[in-house]
T-cell receptor, first 115, second 115 residues
Framework: AQSVAQPEDQVNVAEGNPLTVKCTYSVSGNPYLFWYVQYPNRGLQFLLKYITGDNLVKGSYGFEAEFNKSQTSFHLKKPSALVSDSALYFCAVRDRGSTLGRLYFGRGTQLTVWP | DADVTQTPRNRITKTGKRIMLECSQTKGHDRMYWYRQDPGLGLRLIYYSFDVKDINKGEISDGYSVSRQAQAKFSLSLESAIPNQTALYFC??????????????FGPGTRLLVL
């Protein structure tokens, strides 16, 4: 069965400091992995995805994520946080071998960046 | 994403009423999805459709039904609303075929309150 775990409900970081939002996954085959962000009163926006190739994926707004197959992780990172990065972040996974194409989402991590 | 619209944006209804949430997209995507979001639970898939003739149940389809009227339109109905269906509902779309088309694009959401 496919599943995604985001072990931290909340992450708090000072502006200018690096941030990490953690994600681990479980799939029966090889994964496609995604990060989405949700700002207040808005829908989810795509940030980045890992399909194949380089384990370090770069996305929108200076975010990046590193795929680690041995640890089944796909942590979201940013070298220098901004107050405007404060939002709810979702990790999602899809089994590469599945023809169904549906995503499984984690429960979300609320990121707060304080000035 | 302005290419995916949802109506209404907010709705208050009473227990036992039938209501319909509508989703329209101008992205030309074949695949459409309905999710609900509850605090601390992330997004859960209600129904999904890979084309006009294809409708599939998600993980929490009980109490819901859908209609895919056209490639661009996918409606979600609550036949007899109950208070635990109070949630934020999202429509999403994606292209078919190949891993690079797997990104899902979300509408702004419909906030539903069942009294």
């Amino acid at each position: 069965a496919q599943s995604v775990a985001q072990p931290e409900d909340q992450v708090n970081v000072a502006e200018g400091n690096p941030l990490t939002v953690k994600c681990t996954y479980s799939v029966s085959g090889n994964p496609y992995l995604f990060w989405y962000v949700q700002y207040p009163n808005r829908g989810l926006q795509f940030l980045l995805k890992y399909i194949t190739g380089d384990n370090l994926v770069k996305g929108s707004y200076g975010f990046e994520a590193e795929f680690n197959k041995s640890q089944t992780s796909f942590h979201l990172k940013k070298p220098s946080a901004l107050v405007s990065d404060s939002a709810l972040y979702f990790c999602a996974v899809r089994d590469r071998g599945s023809t169904l194409g549906r995503l499984y989402f984690g429960r979300g991590t609320q990121l707060t960046v304080w000035p | 994403d302005a290419d995916v619209t949802q109506t209404p944006r907010n709705r208050i209804t009473k227990t036992g009423k039938r209501i319909m949430l509508e989703c329209s997209q101008t992205k030309g995507h074949d695949r459409m999805y309905w999710y609900r979001q509850d605090p601390g639970l992330g997004l859960r898939l209600i129904y999904y459709s890979f084309d006009v003739k294809d409708i599939n149940k998600g993980e929490i389809s009980d109490g819901y039904s859908v209609s895919r009227q056209a490639q661009a339109k996918f409606s979600l109905s609550l036949e007899s609303a109950i208070p635990n269906q109070t949630a934020l509902y999202f429509c999403a779309t994606s292209e078919a075929g190949g891993p690079y088309q797997e990104t899902q694009y979300f509408g702004p959401g419909t906030r539903l309150l069942v009294l």
